[in-house]
């Protein structure tokens, strides 16, 4: 059996071997691209209803803290007034004492009614005695409406939660003295949303339904431009941005947004076609001799149909042909 000299062996590992595959050129042409815009959004609470103090007293018990989930209708607070008690006790007071004339008037209308029969008194002291009785029931039925009122007043010191959510502030602490309306605790639900202040000059640019890209950490995510303010304050434009599964665990945090504010046409090559040397950047063309290496300035990189693309601001033009930019000489 012959063996094959080292000289011919590597011939032959070089023939058998596959070459790789040579890109296929690329021509130059104008593409569409989006400018965008980057700005910083606040997550903001769809629904951000305050818990107010429905009357006034001594804050006695104080059950959430800021960040607290809660439920609608579920006890934040109780607020006691001592005088309520008073109240109460001073109108059961009056109750007993026309109760107590109220019995006596009953017992006068009979005997009344007894000796009307007999012919001993008139009609006419009768009805005045019936009148009286009617006049102590009204005072009674009274102070119970009285007392009703004074007893749900009491019941109103308990503060409730207005809607399902967070608690995002709690501004008093227990044993404060509060009035009327003040707020014990402000609670955020509805879901959350993304605020966003652009400058004025955008605005034209901006209409709802746009699509949004919300960076978080390495990863963007898309969202929906959901409205846009028509009051401009302070050179800036507001808008609201609807992202699905925002968390709402710190309303107030602020996220990096892009926004589309335009588009034009640019020259874009494939990024895996640029080569650098000695600090400057290449990219190989079809000339009329071959191929040579053309010097461009690079802008930013995009990504376009899972391809990164380099958009070129200077060096290359419509039409040129671009080629894998191995081994060729400079223009």
């Not at 104008?30 to 700005?39: C, E, G, L």
């Not at 004074?150 to 399902?164: C, M, S, T, Y």
């Not at 502030?169 to 202040?197: H, Q, Y």
């Amino acid at each position: 059996m012959s063996r094959l000299s080292p000289a011919l062996l590597v011939c032959t590992l070089i023939a058998t071997s596959p070459l790789p595959l040579l890109a296929e050129p690329f021509t130059v042409a104008p593409t569409p691209i989006t400018d965008w815009k980057a700005v910083y959004g606040t997550v903001e609470a769809r629904d951000r209803i305050p818990a107010r103090a429905r009357i006034g007293g001594t804050l006695v018990e104080l059950t959430v803290a800021e960040g607290d989930e809660v439920t609608a209708g579920q006890e934040l607070a109780r607020i006691v007034d001592d005088k309520l008690d008073f109240q109460l006790a001073a109108l059961a007071a009056q109750r007993e004492a026309i109760a107590a004339q109220l019995a006596n008037a009953e017992l006068d209308l009979r005997r009344g009614e007894d000796l009307l029969k007999n012919g001993v008194t008139t009609t006419q002291r009768v009805d005045a005695l019936r009148t009286q009785v009617d006049v102590l029931k009204g005072q009674i039925a009274s102070l119970d409406a009285q007392s009703n009122v004074i007893a749900q007043q009491a019941k109103e010191g308990i503060v409730l939660a207005p809607v399902a959510g967070r608690v995002l502030d709690v501004p008093l602490t227990k044993g404060a003295v509060l009035m009327p309306g003040e707020v014990v605790a402000v609670v955020g639900g509805g879901g959350t949303f993304l605020r966003i202040a652009v400058p004025e000059r955008h605005a034209t640019a901006l209409a709802a339904g746009d699509r949004i890209m919300i960076s978080e950490g390495e990863a963007d995510r898309e969202g929906t431009l959901a409205r846009v303010y028509p009051l401009i304050e302070g050179g800036r434009v507001v808008a609201d941005v609807e992202i699905t599964g925002l968390p709402d665990t710190y309303v107030g945090a602020r996220m990096l947004v892009r926004l589309p504010v335009g588009e034009r046409d640019a020259l874009l090559v494939p990024k895996a076609d640029v080569v650098t040397r000695a600090g400057l950047d290449f990219v190989g063309v079809q000339g009329a001799e071959g191929p040579v290496l053309r010097s461009i300035v690079p802008g930013e990189v995009r990504v376009l149909d899972g391809v990164e693309m380099v958009e070129v601001v200077s060096g290359l033009k419509a039409g040129d042909v671009v080629v894998p930019a191995a081994e060729v000489g400079h223009d």
